[in-house]
Every structure is written in structure tokens, then in C-alpha cells.
């Protein structure tokens, strides 16, 4: 009898040892740094902005012809509108490079064609 209970703790204590390895190893595949602790807050915060950008009445109701035109045509404009302001930038930065008074090289002069040619 006194071998069995002997052998019984010796199961027991193998088996308690096994349990608390296994929950050491998983303690240290699931532990976060506190860097990622900080990521993953981030992401998590940016889930949910996007979960509540658009409302249940904007998901459920599709779209009209009319409102995607108008979609379309509000981007349509904002492209130009960049492209518009793009265009007025590089015109300025050319005459200002083109009047000679560039400030970085003031005694610099464009070349001219000769007048015979």
C-alpha cells in the first residue's frame, strides 16, 4: 500500500511540474513589451475610428447615381484644384529663377542667343 501512495505522489508531482512549465512557456509567448503593449493600443484605437466612420443608415442604404456623381465630381475638382496650384508654383519659382534675381546667385546671368543668328 505504502508504494502505491509513493508512487501516486511522485504522478502527482511530475504532473503539477508538467502544468507549471507549460504555463511558464506560454506565459512568455503571450508576455508584450511595453512597446508593443503601446501598438497594439494604437491599432485598437484605430479599429474602432474606422468601425465608426460611417453610421448603420450611411451601410445599409446603397448609394445613388446622383450622390456618386457628385462624389466624383467633388474629386474631379480637388485633382485640379492641386494640379491648378502646382502649375502656379513651378510658373513662379521659373520666373524667379528666369529674372536674375535669384538670391543665391545674384551674379549669375542666363545666357542669350546671339542676335545674328
Known sequence: MGDFFLLFVLFAALLLLAAYLL???????????????????????????????????????PVTEEDAWRVM???GRRVARREHSTGDLMRRRTRRLTDGSSRLLPDRRLPRKPDHE
Not at 511558464?24 to 508584450?32: D, G
Open 23 to 61: 504555463w511558464r512557456y506560454w506565459a512568455t509567448l503571450t508576455s508584450l513589451s511595453p512597446d508593443e503593449e503601446r501598438f497594439e493600443e494604437r491599432i485598437a484605437a484605430l479599429n474602432e475610428r474606422q468601425a465608426h466612420r460611417y453610421s448603420d443608415e450611411e451601410l445599409a442604404m
Open 73 to 75: 465630381v467633388e474629386r
